[in-house]
Nanobody
């Protein structure tokens, strides 16, 4: 059974940083593209960042480019999202997701991801 579990969310002031982690079980992470998505209050879930199986190929939403960094440790079946210079508009539930295809570049589309975590809340105060 595949399971993704996020952690690291919390309350932070604007301008601060957080590091989200996602641990995958029931799959070999090195065979999957991994992504982060988020759902802000009253909004649809949206793409944040994605990384291919090796971690070399990464893509970001324009709104987080140059502030967020996605990385992975395949030996630990982990993927991370380092979030710097946080803004109140980054407040959302953040979800980790896994895409079992080998598509390149890794997808920004939610429909391409097969497995999802339950999410972790990030709240940025002004």
């Amino acid at each position: 059974q595949v399971r993704l579990v996020e952690s690291g969310g919390g309350l932070v002031q604007a301008g601060g940083s957080l590091r989200l982690s996602c641990v995958a079980s029931g799959l070999t992470a090195s065979k999957y593209a991994m992504g982060w998505f988020r759902r802000a209050p009253g909004k649809e879930r949206e793409f944040v960042a994605t990384t291919g199986w090796s971690g070399v190929s990464t893509h970001y939403a324009d709104s987080v480019q140059d502030r967020f960094t996605i990385s992975r440790d395949n030996a630990k079946n982990m993927v991370y999202l380092q979030m710097n210079t946080l803004k109140p508009e980054d407040t959302a539930v953040y979800y980790c997701a896994a895409d079992r295809s080998s598509r390149f570049p890794p997808s920004r589309l939610q429909s391409d991801y097969d497995y999802w975590g339950q999410g972790t809340q990030v709240t940025v105060s002004s």
